[in-house]
């Protein structure tokens, strides 16, 4: 069976009784909108399941180990869900409930999803006969709901292909990349990698030290008709200078400002982290490098 993935809208409602007094921050009308529709997905796949006769097992907040797959790799699934469909097929089902608005996730080859599912095969898999795995990222506040399936063999591949690379990082050996994968990375500021992505990009798109603007780009614009032809030209390579110094059409601008997004959050993270590296060197040192109860120094 090939993966399969889907993208829904995030509706449906669901009801409880109130156990908890009010909280201004935390238990809100737009909470009670995201978590009801969470619940109702939720819901829903565990009563298809039961309708089909399948004997049902629900996981909330489930510690899951894949260091079989990555050096001592874990996590928290939000949910896990063990049963079978209506054909008998039997279906490891995880769910993420995310929050945010700020960046829509999408599950399809999810590496996250897909770790956790990994977790998921190695504590239940033999008590449970899993063929199909699914999982789905639900964020209400983007309307949200997507959902990748895969044969359990497909993704146990996977697991063994990124085994190799995954011990080479705990080692601290192989290939450095940065990339949109960095966001959340705590050890981003001081990233080698980082650094040097960002000042490349700042190099590549909008700076050039050893020549002048360049005359055949359109962009700049002659003093007089013909001289873009026949008048000498001369760079003041003293300073730094643009490469486009006129006006950026459009779509080069469409093409620059993913670019121009990466770079303002590595300043942004940088400066934030300098601010608080400046109270104390230890205090800086010990928040990207914690050291375990053994001495060793790792990160996180």
């Known amino acids: 069976m090939p ?4 993208n829904t809208r995030s509706t449906g409602t669901c009801t409880g009784v109130r156990t908890a007094p009010r909280s201004d921050k935390y238990d809100t009308d737009e909470i009670d909108r995201i978590t009801d529709v969470y619940a109702a997905f939720v819901t829903d796949i565990v009563e298809r399941m039961r309708h089909s006769g399948s004997r049902v097992r629900v996981l909330v907040e489930e510690r899951v180990n894949y260091s079989h797959i ?3 790799g874990f996590g928290t ?3 896990l869900i063990l049963g079978k469909d209506a054909d008998g ?6 769910c993420d409930f995310k929050t945010g608005r700020g960046v829509r996730v999408e599950a399809d080859h999810n590496p996250q999803l897909m770790l956790y599912a990994l977790g998921g ?6 008590a449970y006969p899993v063929e199909i795995v699914r999982m789905s990222i639900i964020q209400p506040r983007l309307d949200n709901i997507s959902t990748c399936e895969m044969p359990r063999a497909e993704l146990e591949a996977w697991g063994e292909s990124i085994r190799p690379v995954a011990a080479l990082a705990y080692d601290g050996k192989g290939e450095q990349k940065a990339g949109d994968w960095c966001r959340f990375c705590r050890a981003r500021p001081v990233c080698r990698a980082c650094k040097a992505e960002a000042l490349a990009l700042c190099r590549e798109e909008f700076m050039d030290l050893d020549s002048g603007p360049d005359a055949n780009d359109g962009c700049a614009l002659p003093d007089k008709p013909g001289d873009e032809l026949s008048a000498p030209y001369a760079a003041d390579r003293s300073l730094p200078v643009f490469r486009r110094p006129g006006l950026i059409p459009f779509s080069q601008l469409e093409q620059i400002l993913p670019t121009l997004r990466r770079i303002r959050s590595w300043i942004d993270q940088m400066t934030e982290t300098d601010a608080r590296a400046m109270e104390s060197a230890q205090s800086y040192f010990s928040f990207f490098a914690p050291v375990d109860k053994a001495g060793a120094l790792f990160f996180l």
């Open 89 to 94: 097929t039997g279906v490891l089902h995880v």
């Open 77 to 79: 699934a939000d949910m």
């Open 3 to 6: 993966t399969r993935c889907a």
């Open 70 to 72: 990555v050096p001592s």
């Open 121 to 126: 095969l190695a504590a239940y898999g033999r």
